[in-house]
């Protein structure tokens, strides 16, 4: 490991299936044990009908423990916001480009906080090696509102609305949009790249183009 306590695996399902076991069981923990999130379980594992092959996942760890996770499919695919939330794009259409990468199951545990810039940063890192134009997203207001302290500019596709309830009634509001990545990368987007400069990046996947990157 180099100069960081975290590293991140990308992998898919067919490169590490061992890991993609551990990751379900881990969103399960986090997503509907520790946020609350009525989400489907199979086989006691949070997983949905968009955890196929040509899903992408990073994997954040702090030694063997993972502590954060995200999702990310292209959006010439069937993908969650486009399928499952077609209503929240009411001013602008989702968009079905493979220049365009949803990011889903974002998320980090409550013990972690600390490190979800780092998440992020790995997010951008995968949208500029994809030559993404943006990252796509069903995200409630508040992560909305951290995108916008970091420096990066969000677009909306329609209004904030209610996609659900928590299991202790909350609701949850949330809005579809988008981060455009910028050709011309701002200090502040360069901030939080940096931010990961340092990591262990492990890929078992295509997205870096080699087996190994400590950027």
């Excluded at 790995?122 to 509102?145: C, F, G, N, P, Q």
């Excluded at 011309?184 to 080699?210: A, C, G, K």
């Amino acid at each position: 490991m180099t100069g960081s306590a975290y590293r991140a695996v990308f992998f898919t399902l067919g490169s590490n299936p061992d890991l993609a076991r551990h990751l379900f069981l881990f969103r399960t923990r986090l997503f509907i044990d520790e946020l609350g999130w009525p989400l489907p379980v199979q086989d006691g594992v949070e997983r949905d009908q968009f955890d196929t092959s040509n899903a992408i996942y990073c994997v954040l760890f702090e030694a063997d423990r993972i502590v954060g996770c995200f999702r990310a499919i292209s959006c010439d695919l069937p993908y969650l916001g486009k399928t499952i939330f077609p209503h929240l794009a009411t001013a602008r259409s989702y968009p079905s480009s493979p220049h365009n990468l949803e990011i889903s199951r974002f998320g980090i545990t409550s013990s972690h906080q600390s490190a979800s810039a780092r998440l992020y940063s790995l997010m951008l890192r995968l949208a500029l090696d994809r030559e993404a134009d943006s990252l796509v997203a069903i995200a409630d207001l508040s992560h909305e509102r951290l995108l916008n302290r970091m420096g990066l500019a969000t677009i909306r596709y329609g209004h904030p609305a209610i996609v659900g309830y928590r299991e202790d009634g909350a609701w949850i509001l949330a809005v579809a949009g988008e981060i455009p990545i910028p050709r011309e990368l701002s200090p502040r987007f360069r901030d939080l790249l940096h931010l990961t400069e340092h990591m262990d990046i492990v890929d078992e996947t295509p997205v870096f183009r080699r087996q190994r990157l400590s950027a």
